[in-house]
């Protein structure tokens, strides 16, 4: 034996006699934790065991960006606890708070996977806001802010009125899932300084108001209304034309239904002071849907009257509008409908659940022609032995030419395509789909952050993550996961300099809305069908506005990230769905989130001595009037 290792052999031997005689606790590392004093470097001290179960991070993910006013939904925080090396700390406490949300804590300890989680609602307050949520562990803290909207104010009436005569206007305020607002104040002006009465008033339980105006001079006027302050503030406006003329549609009335190819009389009368024009005055008569006749839509008043006809071949909204020279201009809405029922599309959100869970199934109706029916009485049949339902056995469809109804499924499971729901019609049109309850294989959901970016001056990227977990929770490692983004709606309206007079935050641009429209592809397929096209424009809104990557595959922790990318010309005027779907044996999985294309805070910043237009641009790429009927 050399030198070397008898040397170190007798050394060990020492260490071990001191052991044996108690020794000093602590004259060396075999004294293991006793040696709370002294300067271990990664010998298993005290000091590493303490610095590997502290928390040094939280990441905060969330299953959405923007839940509603209405206070119905909520956002799933999840709170991932980290050490300083990166591992994840189990049955560490975390505390959630926010000086705004209501939080429903699941738990004040991470589980296994070094994750607590915790309901975020905006109960108690209709106003739009933004929530901030913060975590903390130790001296560990995060924050995640999520997005409160879909409260909006209202404002009808005409857009003509005579002068010196009352006239009233009815503002309405309603939150995200269109439900009242009531007992809030709300502000009415004229930018005219015409009579308004009263100026302000409380909403009722409809949460409406409606006040009284009067011009005493002709031209041009805008009513505002608004609600709340701040942040917050909600606004409507509408401009009206101000005349000593009368000039008011007898017929059609508005919202009629006119059935296809069946010819309808659009009548006005028109005075002056309470006496009709001179015979032959001209009257102008246009509409975005249908045939006029005679075609130039041109009409001469006889006793104050004037009238032409028109009629469609194809179905949906039309805005007819008659217009004078250097006077009055009316408009009012009307809807064709096709009525005779010849095919029915029979389709389900889901058509493989689990147990105990519920999808909504649709029957799109058409005629010989291929425009959606509205109006159709349909009639739903189940043949199921699981002991599933049907929420009802008949429905009638809407504009959209569809009728709905729910299949919830029983606590037994079936055998594939094992159940059938049948949609008929009394014109002997009909149409089934098969549907299969089966065991939930893997569980999915989808989450993001509160950040994006700009990658170009065209594009916003938002970073989003879909994790995959079995029945028990545990990481479904190279799992194939199916992405998709679907645009649902978009929004009329502008982006205006604020009105720091009123309250309004002098640094960004204000985001005023004027309507929310569906999109026009009502089956989802990118193609333009007959009846699709409300605003007859001849192309589907809202445009293709955002993309993901066609798949993603899970690491060995259950987890896919991916990039959402958009047009920052789309951000806060489409609103998108996005879907995660994941398969195994036979069963599937999927995830959705439906929020509003979000703008970078800083593109909305806004310098009053040097104005830069918002990302979004300052009017809406579909137009900024009410209706969902043109394209204005």
Not at 107 to 136: C, H, K, Y
Not at 233 to 245: D, K, Q, W
Not at 553 to 570: N, P, V, W
Not at 607 to 628: R, T
Request: some cysteine.
């Amino acid at each position: 034996m050399s030198g070397k290792i008898l040397a170190r052999a007798a050394i060990i031997l020492l260490a071990l006699i001191m052991a044996a005689c108690g020794g000093d606790e602590n004259s060396s590392a075999l004294a293991g934790p006793a040696n709370s004093g002294g300067s271990g470097s990664g010998d298993g001290s005290g000091s590493d065991q303490t610095a590997s179960t502290t928390a040094a991070s939280i990441q905060l993910l969330s299953n959405t960006t923007q839940i509603g006013t209405a206070g119905n939904n909520s956002a799933t925080v999840t709170a991932i606890v980290k050490n300083s090396g990166g591992v994840v700390l189990t049955d560490t406490p975390i505390e959630f708070s926010s000086p705004t949300a209501t939080l429903n804590i699941q738990s004040n300890f991470t589980d296994d996977n070094g994750r607590a989680t915790v309901e975020v609602s905006a109960q108690g307050s209709p106003e739009n806001r933004q929530l901030t949520i913060t975590a903390t562990s130790g001296s560990a803290t995060a924050s995640i802010n999520i997005s409160v909207a879909g409260t909006e104010i209202t404002l009808s009436g005409p857009s003509s009125v005579p002068l010196n005569q009352d006239t009233v206007f009815t503002a309405k305020l309603t939150d995200s899932d269109n439900n009242p607002i009531s007992g809030q104040s709300v502000t009415i002006s004229s930018n005219a300084n015409n009579s308004v009465t009263p100026a302000s008033s409380q909403t009722d339980s409809s949460g409406s108001v409606n006040f009284t105006y009067n011009a005493s001079s002709a031209g041009s006027d805008t009513l505002t209304v608004g609600a709340y302050s701040g942040a917050s503030r909600v606004t409507a406006s509408v401009e009206i034309s101000i005349s000593g003329e009368d000039f008011e549609f007898v017929t059609p009335t508005s919202g009629q239904e006119i059935l296809l190819n069946t010819p309808q009389t659009i009548e006005v009368t028109w005075s002056i002071n309470g006496s009709p024009v001179a015979d032959g005055s001209e009257v102008q008569f246009s509409a975005t849907r249908g045939q006029l006749t005679p075609a130039d839509g041109i009409a001469t008043t006889t006793g104050g009257t004037a009238s032409v006809q028109i009629q469609s071949n194809n179905a949906g909204l039309s805005s007819i509008a008659a217009l004078t020279e250097n006077g009055p201009t009316i408009q009012t809405d009307v809807e064709f409908v096709a009525s005779t029922v010849d095919s029915i599309n029979l389709q389900a959100n889901k058509t493989q659940i689990s147990p105990n869970q519920s999808t909504e199934i649709t029957a799109t109706v058409r005629d010989p022609n291929n425009n959606l029916v509205k109006n159709a009485a349909i009639n739903f049949t189940l043949n199921d032995i699981t002991g599933g339902q049907l929420s009802s056995s008949t429905a009638t469809t809407n504009s959209q030419g569809q009728a709905q109804i729910t299949y919830s499924s029983g606590s037994t499971t079936s055998a594939k395509d094992g159940i059938t729901v049948t949609a008929s019609h009394s014109s002997g049109a009909s149409d089934a789909l098969t549907l299969t309850v089966a065991g939930e294989a893997l569980r999915i959901n989808l989450g993001t952050g509160n950040k994006i970016s700009a990658p170009s001056t065209t594009t916003y990227t938002k970073p989003w993550t879909v994790i995959v977990t079995d029945a028990n929770g545990n990481a479904a490692s190279n799992q194939l996961v199916e992405l998709s983004v679907t645009p649902i709606s978009y929004t009329k309206g502008i982006y205006r300099a604020p009105d720091t007079d009123a309250g309004e935050p002098d640094s960004r641009w204000i985001f005023e809305p004027s309507t929310s429209c569906p999109s026009e592809d009502v089956n989802n397929n990118g193609t333009l069908d007959a009846g699709e096209d409300a605003n007859g424009n001849g192309s589907l809104e809202p445009f293709p506005s955002a993309a993901t990557p066609t798949t993603v595959t899970t690491s060995s922790s259950g987890i896919a990230d991916f990039d959402l990318t958009f047009l920052q010309s789309e951000c806060s005027w489409v609103t998108v769905e996005l879907s995660a779907v994941t398969r195994v044996g036979g069963t599937e999985s999927d995830a959705t989130q439906r929020f509003s294309l979000p703008c970078l805070a800083s593109d909305l910043a806004y310098n009053e001595s040097n104005p830069v237009s918002p990302s979004p641009g300052e009017v809406s790429p579909y137009g900024s009037s009410a209706s969902c009927s043109d394209s204005n």
